[in-house]
């Protein structure tokens, strides 16, 4: 997802000149109740089918992308590197975690145990998690990314959960206590922290505020319920509207303003899981995402008044409505929106056989893979 920002060279200086006064990981009581409120409890969705499909993805990404540091972002390397967005062999700390899910809810705990320690060793920062790592320059970038650091803490929930182990639920609790010391500071679910310069982001990507693993941490106070509702509030106040009923990219906290660019079509629609795993998703954003699917017509990119702003699809988006549509227990587009994603994999025997990418070009990307994946299990 293309959602970070690299704070450039003269960071270097700035880290030079702080020295010894780096920010340090912080730790916290891990809440009273059990992390079983992350297991799903609807019907089982998914079909035979897709545990098929699931299974040769499964396998193509264990054999492909991860990697005793990661996951690739793509199979395919590149030459060049971005600034901007993770390229080829670069790794993110959003694929780790959705891996990390993947295995607690496998039961595959010895491989979850290992991953979760290559993904402190190439990541971990400040207790923290760096949001991308470059293992050809062995760079590692200065901020997180929020959202992938609470997937993070969510799968070692689920890691407990469903092992029934309280092997990982301190550890949860205090990258959770290092996200409220810079990330979410003062309640808000800033887009990143840089530990090195103690400066968070202007801007609260509303795809970022994941209810159920913020409501985990912060029910237990009067101060941590007070920061859920204004969290809540700041989503709702970004609705656009029962004619395009998604809802704005972010908010921007000194100008107190929501953004009007266009919509990532992913990010929206993280917006709207979020939301349907507490119950709050509007029966209009239900409606307006059944149209699409059922029409085909789920589009990458749209202009805040509902306009098309980037006409390709993708499975992943088809994934992450399949996701949205099991939590409210809409079976018939659930089942829809998997057929859909199911159409982007390989099945010809070439390199990325199993996995969702592009047969001819070998491109495959990890958001795709470990989007679909996931959205199998409901």
């Known amino acids: 997802m293309g959602k970070r ?26 809440p009273q109740q059990s992390p079983r409120v992350f297991l799903k409890t609807k019907a089982i969705l998914h079909t035979a089918q897709d545990h098929q499909h699931q299974s040769s993805l499964a396998a193509f990404i264990a054999n492909r992308l991860v990697t005793k540091e990661g996951l690739y972002t793509n199979y395919v ?21 959705m891996w990390l899910i993947y295995l607690a809810r496998h039961h595959q705990f010895a491989a979850f145990r290992t991953f979760y320690r290559a993904t402190v060793k190439t990541f971990g920062d400040h207790g923290q998690f760096s949001y991308r790592y470059d293992p050809r320059s062995q760079k590692r970038f200065a901020v997180n ?51 090195q310069s103690r400066q968070t982001a202007k801007t609260s990507s509303l795809a970022y505020i994941d209810f159920k693993t913020l409501r985990f941490y912060e029910q237990g106070s009067a101060s941590g319920r007070k920061a859920y509702q204004e969290q809540l509030k700041v989503v709702r106040g970004g609705y656009l509207g029962d ?22 079509t992913s990010e929206a629609l993280e917006v709207l899981l979020h939301l349907a795993e507490i119950g709050k998703l509007k029966t209009a954003s239900h409606s307006w995402l059944q149209q699409q699917v059922k029409d085909k017509k789920l589009y990458n990119g749209y202009t805040t008044a509902g306009s098309v702003s980037d006409s390709g699809q993708s499975a992943a988006n088809y994934a992450l409505a399949a996701m949205v549509f099991a939590t409210v227990n809409d079976r018939t587009n659930y089942r829809r929106a998997m057929a859909l994603v199911w159409q982007d994999q390989v099945t010809s025997h070439v390199a990325i056989q199993g996995g969702i990418g592009n047969a001819q070009s070998g491109q495959s990307y990890s958001f795709n893979n470990l989007t679909a994946l996931n959205a199998a299990d409901y």
């Open 145 to 195: 990314a929020t959202l992938d650091d609470l997937r993070i803490i969510k799968a070692l929930n689920l890691y407990d959960a469903l092992s029934k182990t309280t092997h990982y639920r301190q550890a949860a609790a205090n990258h959770f206590a290092t996200l409220k010391a810079g990330a979410l500071k003062d309640g808000k679910v800033y887009d990143y922290y840089n530990p």
């Open 77 to 97: 390397d590149t030459d060049t590197r971005q600034a901007a967005s993770a390229t080829g062999h670069e790794m993110l700390s959003e694929s780790a975690g």
């Open 243 to 264: 004619v395009f009923p998604l809802y704005a990219a972010s908010f921007n906290w000194p100008q107190l303003t929501y953004s009007d660019r266009s919509l990532n």
């Open 5 to 30: 920002i690299w704070l450039g060279l003269g960071g270097l200086l700035l880290l030079l000149m702080l020295g010894g006064c780096r920010s340090r990981s912080q730790t916290m009581a891990a």
